[in-house]
């Protein structure tokens, strides 16, 4: 009578263990076709994010190429914080707080700037920051400006416009720079407008 009862037992760990690996591979196929379902949802999902994306690298690729928006289209203006800024004068602390407007050629221009705007005021901050009051002062002064924050507003999009002020080489020392000459490139930013100019 007491022999049965250990083989009984025996059987026992048979039948269980057999379950418990049934149970493992059921798991283990549960998750691979979750996984293999996930992946091709994912799939599925990121082509055509990655379609996009290709259809917007070729809508920035022709960046610098931007066409002149038709005749009679109203421009469209991207009104920026205002700049105040420490002026670079060494006798006296002086500063400047300057509003800029930039006037760009359609909505999708001033949507890439609104895009890149940290980056865009980051430049504008250090163009401001190497001025002095005496060169802020003049028009010609602000029209370089003008000039140099036309240039660094479009630089965070990957557009690089002619500096014409380096260009210049100074009466005493002719440059060669001339013959270098980039290619021209249309800037998407086609006007920089004041819309304060205080300096103290």
Do not use: C
Request: proline share 10%; hydrophobic share 40%.
């Amino acid at each position: 009578m007491s022999a049965p009862a250990p083989a009984a037992a025996a059987e026992a760990p048979k039948g269980g263990g057999k379950k418990k690996l049934i149970i493992i591979i059921a798991a283990v196929l549960v998750l691979v076709l979750g996984g293999g379902g996930a992946a091709l949802m994912l799939m599925k999902k990121k082509a055509p994010v990655d379609g996009e994306e290709d259809g917007a690298e070729a809508t920035h690729e022709p960046a610098p190429a931007h066409k002149p928006p038709k005749p009679g289209t109203p421009p469209v203006f991207v009104p920026l914080d205002p700049f105040t800024v420490n002026l670079s004068d060494k006798d006296v602390d002086r500063f400047a707080q300057i509003g800029i407007t930039l006037e760009v050629m359609d909505t999708h221009t001033a949507d890439q700037i609104k895009a890149y705007l940290p980056a865009i005021r980051s430049n504008v901050l250090m163009v401001l920051s190497h001025k002095t009051s005496g060169e802020l002062l003049t028009r010609e002064g602000k029209e370089k400006l003008a000039r140099e924050v036309q240039r660094e507003s479009v630089r965070p999009m990957g557009i690089e416009l002619d500096d014409e002020d380096e260009e210049e080489p100074p009466a005493d020392t002719p440059k060669k720079k001339k013959k270098k000459k980039k290619v021209h490139v249309e800037s998407p930013v086609t006007k920089v407008l004041f819309s304060t100019f205080i300096v103290q």
